[in-house]
């Protein structure tokens, strides 16, 4: 017989969860995810604990389990998202919800890693975590989205431009939000609209710019590829994609950029171009982040409620999780209503028609054709 049953006997006291996971020979976090019916766990592993419960007599206290389930549901939120803003919001939504389930949340910045090491990394989270959250870029990869899958961990992807069949989502209509943008913009009398895409990489960024080309052809607007320049949701994209719309020949009226961050870069241009906003030129942005308030004239922009998706996410993984022994797996597809918020950055077409007819520009300026 094992010493350590021996002498749980021999003190007649109830055996804890840190002497199964010693007799085991596991770490106790995987002794209560193998109780609590989590996945993740390696067959091996799991066998292992449920003799080592058998041999030794644990009986879990009800309501210690309850809690030691909440605190051993760890939960990680991975993220390389160039910006500050919206990384800011996604954490405080993931952290209220994680508080207010008494779960563990683990957050790791996988920047520094290329395609290989991300890969070793969800491997080796994937032994560790209860669940994940993923916010785009990393949510298009379908490798990363693989190994978590493969592992049986449950993955929630956050604002990803369209629904997976493998894994739940939380986002919003990317097109029908860029569409309603466009057409608040032609309904202020805007006919030349430059726009500025987003990250090539991320499937948002396509939803958006269809978005944008259906309201102008929606408004019998011919579509102009000059009026359209990329961009990967970075400030530095959208000062470069700036000064390009605004030193053609015929430069818009209005510029919507598909993120915030890129939009307030277009405000900073447009004054160093000695162009008044709104009256000069409208400028509107994407995701209501705070870089939308950080900026004058305060930027007309799509609410994103990033916050509140990443609340709802854990709230939709701590069910999965729940749900786990059962033998059908339910992915979520849960579309949050966007809104589009109006500020001081958009004004009528008509005023700018009405005023000289020539905006002013600085000497300083590029010469970009």
């Known amino acids: 017989m094992n010493k350590t049953s021996k002498a749980v006997r021999r003190k007649g006291r109830a055996v804890t969860i840190d002497e199964v996971a010693q007799h085991a020979g596991v770490s106790p976090m995987t002794v209560s995810r193998v109780i609590n019916g989590h996945t993740g766990v390696r067959e091996a592993n799991r066998e292992r604990v449920r003799r080592s419960v058998k041999e030794l007599g644990y009986r879990p206290n009800a309501a210690a389990s309850a809690l030691a389930a909440a605190q051993s549901t760890s939960i990680a939120l991975i993220y390389t998202n160039p910006s500050s803003n919206y990384l800011r919001e996604l954490l405080v939504g993931a952290l209220r919800g ?29 032994n ?104 990967h949701f970075t400030y530095r994209s959208g000062l470069e994609a700036a000064e390009r719309l605004l030193a053609l020949r015929n430069p818009p009226t209005a510029i919507f950029a598909s993120n915030d961050d890129m939009a307030s870069a277009v405000v900073s241009v447009a004054h160093r171009w000695g162009l008044d906003v709104p009256r000069d030129l409208s400028v509107v942005g994407f995701d209501d982040t705070s870089a939308a308030t950080m900026v004058w004239p305060e930027l007309t922009t799509i609410h994103q409620p990033i916050a509140a998706m990443a609340d709802a996410a854990i709230d939709i993984l701590l069910r999965q999780l729940r749900n786990a022994a059962r033998s059908t797996h ?40």
């Open 330 to 369: 339910v992915v979520v597809n849960h579309v949050v209503p966007h809104q589009l918020v109006k500020r001081d950055s958009v004004a009528n077409a008509e005023i700018l028609a009405g005023a000289s007819g020539v905006r002013p520009r600085s000497r300083t300026t590029s010469s970009h054709k």
């Open 98 to 126: 994680s508080a207010r389930a008494a779960a563990q949340l683990t957050i790791a910045a996988w920047d520094g890693l290329d395609p290989q090491g991300r890969r070793d990394a969800a491997r080796q989270l994937a």
């Open 128 to 231: 560790n975590v209860s669940g994940v959250i993923l916010p785009p870029p990393l949510c298009e990869s379908k490798v990363i989205v693989s190994e978590f899958v493969k592992a049986g961990v449950p993955v929630v992807a956050i604002a990803s431009g369209e629904f997976s069949s493998t894994i739940s989502c939380v986002r919003i209509d990317d097109h029908r939000a860029s569409h309603d943008m466009v057409a608040h913009l032609i309904a202020h009398g805007h006919s030349r609209i430059g726009y500025i895409k987003g990250d090539p990489n991320q499937t948002a960024s396509a939803y958006r710019w269809q978005g944008y080309r259906d309201a102008l052809t929606e408004a019998g607007i011919t579509y102009d590829d000059k009026l359209v320049q990329p961009g």
